[in-house]
């Protein structure tokens, strides 16, 4: 395993910094999960708008998912682009600022919505401090390259994500904006489950999935297909919110799902080429979070040539846990481990005895927990499908003790 990784490239960033981003990703993630145990009867229906289920929901994707994300950028990025981050201590108070505001921002929007403007500022403060970060770290990259667009767009839609979140949470603050409510409600959801989230992790996948399988000689030429046709897809659903007709929406939705049935048809051709025969069960969980993603926008495009409003809340609840989240589990499971070796045990190589990269984690722990992560999403998915309210509880009480017992995998490696 140590041979996926490159060697020391003097980028590396201060590890305290990541891993403080990571550690509080995981208690979000499990805060999130228990959080939706009350809400289920709500979920089961359809009703996704709820104080509690916003609250649970930006915990998931604000407190693990946009946390985990920007503590592997800190990380990945300098070694990815050969360039330093341009302030570390700026990371620490990006990080406090950050933390302080997810939290401040999901008690508001489960005990008192109307007040959640405020600490939404201090949130967006902390998000326009991480992309000032990243854009000035991105301009020090000599030479540029399909990563670095894929990253640096979706850090504007980062931007515009936060944007349209601060304004939906201005209209609940000042009682007004009804007339344009529902307007950036879809730009909030489009800008980052499909900006932000999905060319991010896109983008780091063309690093990550030729690193994990040891695969070469394949070509990057796909990747500027993949961009092109997801963006104009973002695009063009754009319209649809200010020109009369579904058509924009449709046409919008049939090259977001053309643009992701290439890239997953990318990533297959690459593990083509590896050399690695068998792929370890975290790497093959993040692959198998493609397969999902894949899935779900096709049904995404198949909803909305029906008009079925119902399901697509559904594929987005679906698209949170079994693309984004699926992603970042499997890859935490491959990252946290290798850099907490390294960070404690790389330089003692040779000196005395260290423990093997294998004997971070429990191997077999982590097959049986994405074993189960699969079962869960499938019951989760039957469930709001079929609006059982006590399979829909079976799978989240399943998907909260996962949570735990994964913030328990990845906090036990820091104990190693």
């Known amino acids: 395993m140590s041979n996926v990784f490159p060697t020391r490239t003097g980028t590396e960033t201060d590890v305290?910094?990541?891993?403080?981003?990571?550690?509080?990703?995981?208690l979000s993630f499990v805060?999130?999960?228990?959080?939706?145990?009350?809400?289920?009867?709500s979920l089961a229906s359809g009703a996704f708008r709820l104080p509690l289920v916003w609250a649970a929901a930006h915990l998931g994707l604000l407190g693990f998912a946009l946390m985990t994300a920007m503590g592997a950028m800190y990380q990945l990025v300098p070694v990815a682009f050969l360039t330093p981050i341009w302030s570390v201590r700026l990371g620490f108070w990006q990080f406090a600022v950050t933390a302080i505001g997810i939290v401040a921002f999901a008690i508001s929007l489960a005990a008192a919505p109307t007040r959640a403007f405020l600490p939404g500022l201090l949130l967006l403060l902390g998000i326009v401090l991480f992309v000032w970060q990243m854009a000035m770290t991105l301009r020090k990259q000599e030479t540029k390259n399909v990563m670095t667009l894929f990253v640096a767009t979706s850090l504007l839609?980062?931007?515009?994500?936060?944007?349209?979140?601060?304004?939906?949470?201005?209209?609940?603050?000042?009682?007004?904006?009804?007339?344009?409510?529902?307007?950036?409600?879809?730009?909030h959801v489009l800008f980052g489950l499909c900006g932000w989230f999905t060319l991010l992790i896109i983008g780091f996948s063309y690093k990550m999935a030729p690193m994990f399988s040891?695969?070469?000689?394949?070509?990057?030429?796909?990747?500027?297909?993949?961009?092109?046709?997801?963006?104009?897809?973002?695009?063009?659903?754009?319209?649809?919110?200010?020109?009369?007709?579904?058509?924009?929406?449709?046409?919008?939705?049939?090259?977001?799902?053309?643009?992701?049935?290439?890239?997953?048809?990318?990533?297959?051709?690459?593990?083509?080429?590896?050399?690695?025969?068998?792929?370890?069960?975290?790497f093959q969980f993040s692959v198998t979070a493609v397969a999902i993603g894949l899935?779900?926008?096709?049904?995404?495009?198949?909803?909305?040539?029906?008009?079925?409003?119902?399901?697509?809340?559904?594929?987005?609840?679906?698209?949170?846990?079994?693309?984004?989240?699926?992603?970042?589990?499997?890859?935490?499971?491959?990252?946290?481990?290798?850099?907490?070796?390294?960070?404690?045990?790389?330089?003692?190589?040779?000196?005395?005895?260290?423990?093997?990269l294998k004997q971070m984690m429990n191997e077999r722990a982590v097959a049986v927990q994405c074993?189960?992560?699969?079962?869960?999403?499938?019951?989760?998915?039957?469930?709001?499908?079929?609006?059982?309210?006590?399979?829909?509880?079976?799978?989240?009480?399943?998907?909260?003790?996962?949570?735990?017992?994964?913030?328990?995998?990845?906090?036990?490696?820091?104990?190693?």
């Open 371 to 416: 074993r189960l992560w699969l079962a869960a999403l499938a019951l989760a998915a039957v469930a709001l499908a079929t609006a059982s309210v006590p399979l829909l509880a079976v799978a989240q009480v399943l998907l909260a003790g996962l949570s735990v017992a994964f913030a328990g995998t990845m906090l036990a490696v820091f104990r190693k």
């Open 157 to 187: 839609f980062l931007l515009l994500t936060a944007a349209a979140g601060g304004l939906l949470a201005f209209h609940f603050f000042a009682a007004t904006g009804a007339d344009s409510h529902e307007t950036a409600f879809v730009l």
């Open 31 to 41: 805060a999130s999960q228990v959080l939706l145990l009350t809400v289920i009867p």
């Open 295 to 356: 899935a779900l926008h096709v049904a995404t495009f198949a909803a909305i040539m029906i008009g079925s409003g119902r399901w697509i809340g559904i594929i987005i609840y679906l698209s949170a846990v079994g693309w984004i989240g699926f992603s970042i589990i499997g890859y935490l499971f491959k990252i946290v481990p290798f850099l907490w070796w390294t960070h404690r045990y790389s330089e003692k190589v040779g000196q005395q005895h260290v423990p093997t």
């Open 214 to 282: 040891l695969a070469h000689g394949f070509s990057l030429r796909p990747a500027r297909c993949v961009y092109a046709l997801y963006t104009s897809g973002i695009a063009v659903s754009l319209l649809h919110l200010f020109l009369p007709g579904q058509v924009w929406l449709m046409v919008g939705t049939a090259l977001l799902t053309s643009g992701f049935t290439v890239f997953a048809w990318h990533i297959r051709t690459i593990l083509q080429k590896r050399m690695k025969k068998a792929l370890d069960r975290p």
């Open 16 to 26: 305290r910094l990541p891993f403080s981003f990571i550690t509080f990703a995981v």
